[in-house]
T-cell receptor
Framework: DAKTTQPTSMDCAEGRAANLPCNHS???????VYWYRQIHSQGPQYIIH???NNETNEMASLIITEDRKSSTLILPHATLRDTAVYYC?????????????FGKGTTLSVSS | NAGVTQTPKFQVLKTGQSMTLQCAQD?????MSWYRQDPGMGLRLIHY???????DQGEVPNGYNVSRSTTEDFPLRLLSAAPSQTSVYFC??????????????FGSGTRLTVV
């Protein structure tokens, strides 16, 4: 199963774009990259996922490098409510299908 | 549409007691998973399932049992509670492959303390 590496913490000014990097150099061809975030002690919230093309939704954009060894999550206009732990995850497979393996994530602090 | 419902929200157990954490989803999701999160740590996968009758172990399965008799329910059983199992437990569900969205929906968690 592919592992991910993320910076421990990042800071961002309110209103600016937050760019969160993730390395997944051992990802296999059919594994998706997922991004989730966890605000305080709530359950994780799905943000976005992708395979090899860049993706955008109402929350964020996901940029995946052509060799798929790294990706960047972009929050275009960060707000104080975006302060959270952000997890970059790849899917794992087994007898029961797939599940998510979480790493330590990046703690994003947005300040005014 | 309730999403993923976990009960109870809080529980205190004595060492050696057993209990079942309940998880139910009403989205007809095939995949369901259980995670634990210790203070200041990330989530660790306990057990997961792709449908009724099929389960598999995750990263930290010892001390826990699961079964999946219906699509909607995925209970987690603590066989003999230990203080090391004090944690927040999250249940999650998702559609299986072939759907447009593979995003997991998480419940709000069960906060368990073992004394």
């Amino acid at each position: 199963d592919a592992k991910t590496t993320q910076p421990t913490s990042m800071d961002c000014a309110e209103g600016r774009a937050a760019n969160l990097p993730c390395n997944h150099s051992t990802i296999s061809g059919n594994e998706y990259v997922y991004w989730y975030r966890q605000i305080h002690s709530q359950g994780p919230q799905y943000i976005i996922h992708g395979l090899k093309n860049n993706e955008t939704n109402e929350m964020a954009s996901l940029i995946i490098t052509e060799d798929r060894k790294s990706s960047t999550l972009i929050l275009p206009h960060a707000t104080l409510r975006d302060t959270a732990v952000y997890y970059c995850i790849v899917r794992v497979g087994g007898q029961a299908g797939t599940a998510l393996i979480f790493g330590k994530g990046t703690t994003l602090s947005v300040s005014s | 549409n309730a999403g993923v419902t976990q009960t109870p929200k809080f529980q205190v157990l004595k060492t050696g007691q057993s209990m079942t954490l309940q998880c139910a989803q009403d989205m007809n999701h095939e995949y369901m998973s259980w995670y634990r999160q210790d203070p200041g740590m990330g989530l660790r996968l306990i057990h997961y399932s792709v449908g009724a009758g099929i389960t598999d172990q995750g990263e930290v399965p010892n001390g826990y049992n699961v079964s999946r008799s219906t699509t909607e329910d995925f209970p987690l059983r603590l066989l003999s509670a230990a203080p090391s199992q004090t944690s927040v437990y999250f249940c999650a569900s998702s559609y299986s492959g072939g759907r447009r969205s593979y995003g997991y929906t998480f419940g709000s968690g069960t906060r368990l303390t073992v004394v």
